[in-house]
């Protein structure tokens, strides 16, 4: 079992920065992913940002490649989204993952089975 705790989020303008933590507890493993998706209202979920738990392979889906930054630090059990000029279109609830089913489904919502409970991110035009 993993237990997954988000916090960061916040109401920032457009142009402005934020960095999400995702704290993990419980039992982690050299192979799990940790991903990043996002739900805005009335939208689906979709895949943001990925990183293996030991290692530096990071993924990011194309829209906020390039402005946001996974990263993790393995002695505080705890992944990080660092989101630079962020977008009106990038207010949603962000959410950290586990996945234990390889990278291959770094993006595959559905192959993430430890969820956080979300933290709220507000971009005002």
């Known amino acids: 079992q993993v237990q997954l705790v988000e916090s960061g989020g916040g109401l920032v303008q457009a142009g402005d920065s934020l960095r999400l933590s995702c704290a993990a507890s419980g039992q982690t493993f050299t192979n799990d992913i940790m991903g990043w998706f996002r739900q805005a209202p009335g939208k689906e979920r979709e895949f943001v940002a990925a990183?293996?738990?030991?290692?530096?392979?990071?993924y990011y889906a194309d829209s906020v490649k390039g402005r946001f930054t996974a990263s993790r630090d393995n002695a505080k059990n705890t992944v990080y989204l660092q989101m630079n000029n962020l977008k009106p279109e990038d207010t949603a609830v962000y959410y950290c993952?586990?996945?234990?089913?390889?990278?291959?489904?770094?993006?595959?919502?559905?192959?993430?089975?430890?969820w956080g409970q979300g933290t709220q991110v507000t971009v005002s035009s």
């Open positions: 993952a586990v996945n234990r089913y390889g990278i291959i489904w770094y993006n595959n919502g559905a192959k993430y089975d430890y």
């Open positions: 990183i293996r738990y030991f290692g530096s392979n990071t």
